[in-house]
């Protein structure tokens, strides 16, 4: 480790310093409003920076010290003067001018601001010289701007980095996701995006670590920082399929109001995960709030239904040093799929029709008020949030044939209600010394029912029970839960290089759970299972994690080494029973940062993770296996342990129109609990939970992007493979390997149209035990974006995909646009799911019977819709 640091530190001596300089006439007088060019000795076509000197004529620049520079300067009243400084030898910049003593003829300034620009961790787009009268919401915008992607689900990113907040005039948006704000907000309300890495709300931790946070801030015109803007809209097919939308957001300088309604069943999801994380996420350095319950899996791709209404309100008010946040949502989702198979038997002439329906129903309330108080040496947190959640899962599957009829239901009912209240203060005790400390307290209780029913010939497939008549199994599960989690962290700076924490956070757990189970199994050939299961179980929890943590930055270099000791207590009282553990682990980490310039940087991280059991995998649990038995208990979980190493590439350099990234992550683990999937045929996957004694994850992902005047291009290469050794499969490994390929270009014509493509190439190989199976994905996405006239737009987007040379999907919408001249009104026809099919029709044949699988079709729409802003 000391010839790590040595080589280190010796390195460091070679990286970038602060100069500071100054510019004086002849005289000895400063000189303000200087431009002072900053250029490479070698290279004087592209300065590095361009500085202006203060009232004091004094200016300060970072200069690489194994380099030598030349300063040009430029001001009306003196001389154009060139100065050589080389930063090995010098301190200081001296720059004296001489006076022009030409007359001036008239000089006509002409100002243009630039399309992208680039300062210390922000990256400014001006989106005037992007927008034109058919961009209405901010999407429109985004999907323009080279660098930004948005996925389906609404995460956005930026050259491959995932955007983690969204903010308008500095102020979270809606808790700050993104989704919300990208399908609501009007484009043309908008004069500047602002993508800002190293983001931290505190001002006054900034100086003591670096954050890998990426936000969006939206600057307002003007004329709407006062005004209430927004639109309304409404669409229908005068049939099956609506959508009614409502946006108005007002933005002042002490208050900030916004209320989003949405009602439809094309399943347009305005409300998604990134919002999730986004509601969770305070701000706070050692507190998260509460899950959000967002109703996920609002897929168009699978559903053939889905109901959406959404109702969510932003407000807040802004004091001096205080802000207020109140945010609230109400959501309801009923979505509804089925599928139908076809089993021929050849050997006697029978048919047998399998009909699969599924339907789920959630609604959640959100509510979430939160403060943050700051000043130049204190900065104050309070959040509170309360979740009430309800799930409705409902599953059958009818089978009709001549040989005689079988249903099959599941019911699942989750109720949950989540109160959740964090404080946080940051205080400044000194000038070199900074302290965190905080509460957290929630308090969950939740109720959930299960049912599972069949009839003749249950699961006939999996359990060989030819005669059975009737089976069912019903569980009651409830749970009640209080935590209390106190925290701390101590910021210590030993000089302006060198910064030393300590942290501590220590949480108590109370939780009671009531599990009653009854099952009933009428079968004269098979043996008694029992028919009821009670049991009560009480834990308490203590855990405490003990951090110490050294950070190294000087010029380039970003360096923490440290570790964590965790302590974990637990004391289950089950069956009158009482059980007492105890751990004590520690968790080693390093994370080391090079910024070869300001667009260039590589990263290695390593991490130990020792994870103990978390309180749910302690519950009961039922399932029934493979053969001829039901079985009840816990999960058998010792505790986990990750060794994760990751090493990473960037360079991000817009004003040069390209940028390169490269991840690559290897994990080895031991005793992990995970969801497994094996792809049987084209129509099938099994997912199960298993736990793996040992093995190993790689990852390796790289990306390539460039962009030229009008047009841009990209692409992608990502390997991974897996190696996992299975205890529930009879200590079989389990091995998965995946290749993924995938070009992309998006052009940006003014009289042409634009064009996004992106193919994409997958091969996979998956081998359980001695068994093996390989399949290939192909697909595309492509969009086409084309203005015939100023008010004219034809929006067309195609998605394909097939397995194993098998058609898996596809699915076109369309958008004609209309809008008046005054651009307040929209008149367009909107086509969702036109051509989409979800599975061709195929056929597996055998000498006793062959299989035929349908699919119904998706919901298919298309939507006559009136848009109005203002």
Known sequence: MRILLFFLISTCCFAQQEFTGLVKDISGNTIEQVVVIVSDSLSQQTPENILISDSLGAFKVSLNSNKKYVLKTKHLSFKDTIVGFNPAKENKISIFLSPNNHALEEVIIKHEKPKVKVRRDTISFNLSKYIDDNDRKLKDLVEKLPGLTIQEDGSLYFKGEKITKLLVENEEFFGGGTKLGLENIPADALEKLEVISNYSKSNLLKSN??????????????????????????????????????????????????????????????????????????????????????????????????????VALNAKRINK???????????????????????????????????????????????????????TKKERLFANAIVIDNDTNLNKTASFSGLGNRDYATSDVAENLSINSVFEEVLALADNETLVYGSNLSYTNSNENNLLASNQGFLEEQIPWLDQSLY????????????????????????????LSASNKTSYDFANLTNNQNQLLENESAYYLGSNFNSKLRFHTMQSDFKLNYNYKKDNWNIDLGGVVHMFSLKIKKYNL???????????????????????????????????????????????????????????????????????????????????????????FKNTLEKSYIFNDINSVSTYYNQAKNGFNFRSRNSFFYLFNTWEAGVSLT????????????????????????????????????????????????????????????????????????????????????????????????????????????????????????????????????????????????????????
């Not at 002042?252 to 347009?268: D, E, G, T, Y």
């Not at 029978?350 to 129903?361: G, H, K, L, P, V």
């Open 209 to 310: 670590r670096r954050t890998e946070q990426q936000v969006i801030n939206l600057v307002l015109k003007k004329d709407r920082k006062s005004i209430i803007f927004g639109n309304v809209s409404g669409a229908s097919d005068f049939n099956n399929y609506y959508e009614a939308q409502a946006s108005f957001f007002q933005f002042k300088r002490k208050n900030q109001n916004n209320l989003i309604v949405n009602a439809n069943n094309i399943a347009q999801q305005l409300i998604g995960n990134n919002e999730a994380e986004a509601f969770s996420n305070i701000n706070s350095e050692l507190f998260n709030l509460i899950e959000t319950p967002i109703a996920y899996g609002i897929d168009k791709n699978e559903f053939s239904k889905i109901d959406n209404k959404i």
């Open 321 to 375: 040093n205080s802000t207020w946040d109140f945010l609230s949502y109400y959501n309801l989702v009923n979505k509804e799929k089925s599928f139908t198979e076809k089993t021929e038997y050849l050997n006697n002439n029978s048919i047998d029709t399998r009909q699969e329906f599924e339907n789920i129903q959630n609604k959640s309330f959100y509510f979430r008020a939160t403060n943050y108080f700051k000043n």
């Open 472 to 499: 069912s199994l019903d569980k009651t599960h409830r749970k009640s839960e209080f935590n209390v989690q106190l925290g701390a962290i101590y910021y210590y700076n030993l000089n302006q290089n060198n910064t």
């Open 578 to 668: 009482e059980n007492t553990s105890s751990e004590t682990v520690f968790n080693p980490f390093t994370n080391i940062r090079y910024f070869i310039n300001t667009k260039k940087q590589i990263t290695f991280n390593y991490n130990s993770n020792i994870n103990l059991p978390k309180v749910n995998q302690l519950d009961d649990y039922y399932a029934v296996n493979n053969y001829n038995t039901v079985t009840i208990g816990n999960i058998d979980l010792n505790k986990s342990t990750t060794q994760n190493f990751v090493l990473k590439y960037t360079d991000y350099n817009i004003p040069k129109n390209y940028s390169f990234n490269s991840i690559s992550s290897f994990q080895i």
């Open 719 to 870: 390997y991974s493979e897996s190696v996992k050794h299975i205890d529930l499969l009879e200590n079989q490994e389990v091995a998965n390997k995946r290749i993924n390929f995938s070009p992309r270009f998006k052009t940006n014509f003014k009289a042409l149209p634009n064009i996004y493509f992106k193919p994409y190439l997958a091969y996979n190989t998956q081998k359980v035990g001695l068994n093996s199976r390989d399949f290939e994905s192909i697909g595309f996405q492509s969009k086409i974006e084309y203005h015939f006239l100023s008010n004219f737009l034809v929006k067309t987007a195609y998605n394909y995909s097939e397995i194993a040379n098998e058609k898996a999907f596809s699915s076109l919408d369309f958008e004609f646009r209309f809008t008046n001249k005054l651009k307040y009104l929209d008149i367009s026809l909107n086509g969702y799911n036109v051509l989409a099919t979800r599975f061709n029709t195929s056929i597996l044949q055998s000498s006793l019977f062959r299989i035929e699988n349908i699919s119904t079709n998706l919901g298919r729409s298309m939507l006559f819709k009136v848009n109005y802003f203002f």
